[in-house]
């Protein structure tokens, strides 16, 4: 997660995205997908609405090597600070299965305008999930889509709280 506090605007953003739901399924081992619909007021026009669908790529836990880095720890990390069984994950937009190729692409996100108020647009999602007995994707209200990327990272921060 990044460092909000050293800029107001993204601090704000963070602070007033709103998780109305989450994955009942949570973050399991192994590689999987979250499923998100984030609603936004539209940039030039708060009383429309945009929509984003995505789904963001989990890979299983797995130890940093520096040997895959080519470097020593010690070149990557502060030789005072650095645990030598660094765990971690990666979370992306598109992830391929192998992490020495590793990289970013967007096939599952879309974005579609919609004339209707955000809270409106909002709720009707919501009730579309709950009808469908959708428990594996996630509801987020982004307070301006240009920052949707900050709405994004709360939205895997809660779910990683829950977690660990």
């Given amino acids: 997660m990044w460092d909000y506090n050293r800029n107001e605007t993204l601090k704000e953003i963070f602070f007033k995205t ?7 399924s949570g973050i399991i081992s192994g590689y999987h997908q979250i499923s998100y619909t984030l609603i ?4 030039e026009d708060s009383s429309f609405t945009v929509e984003i669908n995505g789904k963001i790529n ?6 940093i090597s520096a040997n895959s880095l080519r470097e020593t720890f010690g070149d990557v990390f502060d030789p005072e600070t650095f645990d030598d069984a660094i765990v971690g994950r990666v979370f992306s937009f598109g992830l391929s299965k192998r992490l020495d190729n590793l990289k970013i692409e967007n096939k599952y996100f ?7 108020k955000p809270q409106e647009h909002l709720e009707r999602i919501n009730d579309q999930l709950m009808r469908k007995e959708d428990t594996r994707t996630g509801l987020i209200f982004c307070p301006d889509v240009r920052y949707y990327p900050v709405s994004i ?5 809660d779910i990683m709280d829950r977690e660990f």
């Fill in 18 to 24: 709103n998780i109305l739901r989450k994955p009942i």
């Fill in 58 to 63: 989990v890979s299983p836990k797995f130890i």
């Fill in 153 to 157: 990272d709360r939205f895997i921060s």
């Fill in 110 to 116: 879309n974005l579609t305008n919609h004339k209707d």
């Fill in 40 to 43: 936004a007021p539209d940039k």
